[in-house]
């Protein structure tokens, strides 16, 4: 058996789990999330925790048994905690500002890249230290969110330069070798 999924999830207070059917909601402090899951897994609320059963050892059902915990347990960690995803600048000019709730990344480019938060996301920036935070209830938009933004110039090997996770570390490459020799 799965041993993440064989794991229950105590609800903490101030959330509320409704399991129907296939359909799981959760609601909680900062906000509301709904989502489906398969047949296969057999999802109980019994006081205040969760249990997840599966009927064979099928490797597609096996699958589904973890995967299926995991994803409730972010949707009940999100609306009661939240997900924060940070990224840092780095370059010199490189900058990124708070325009009312939007986000103006300045990366070397001739203009500004301004970039709108989705439904349930939210930025905020720290212009001493040059970080940008991706703040969140839904685990899988702010990770999106935030794959976006660093898309917009990536970290490159040579300088350094560029958008990357706080912690991340960049392969550097040596650049050109016998520049003064001929």
Do not use: C
């Amino acid at each position: 058996m799965s041993r993440i999924g064989r794991l229950p999830i105590e609800i903490p207070s101030g959330v509320q789990v409704d399991v129907d059917g296939l359909e799981v909601r959760v609601k909680g402090p900062k906000g509301e999330m709904k989502r489906s899951f398969s047949p296969l897994i057999g999802i109980k609320k019994e006081d205040n925790q969760l249990s997840f059963t599966r009927n064979s050892e099928n490797p597609a059902e096996r699958a589904l048994h973890g995967t299926t915990r995991a994803l409730i347990a972010n949707m009940i960690h999100g609306v009661s905690k939240g997900f924060e995803v940070v990224l840092q600048v780095e370059g010199v000019g490189y900058r990124a500002e708070m325009e009312g709730k939007n986000l103006s990344l300045f990366v070397g480019y001739s203009h500004p890249v301004k970039m709108e938060p989705p439904a349930g996301v939210s930025f905020e920036t720290d212009a001493k230290t040059r970080l940008i935070k991706v703040l969140g209830f839904d685990k899988e938009l702010v990770g999106q969110v935030a794959a976006n933004i660093r898309k917009v110039r990536p970290p490159e090997p040579y300088h350094g330069k560029g958008l990357r996770y706080l912690g991340e570390r960049v392969r550097r490459k040596a650049g050109k070798a016998g520049k003064g020799a001929k």
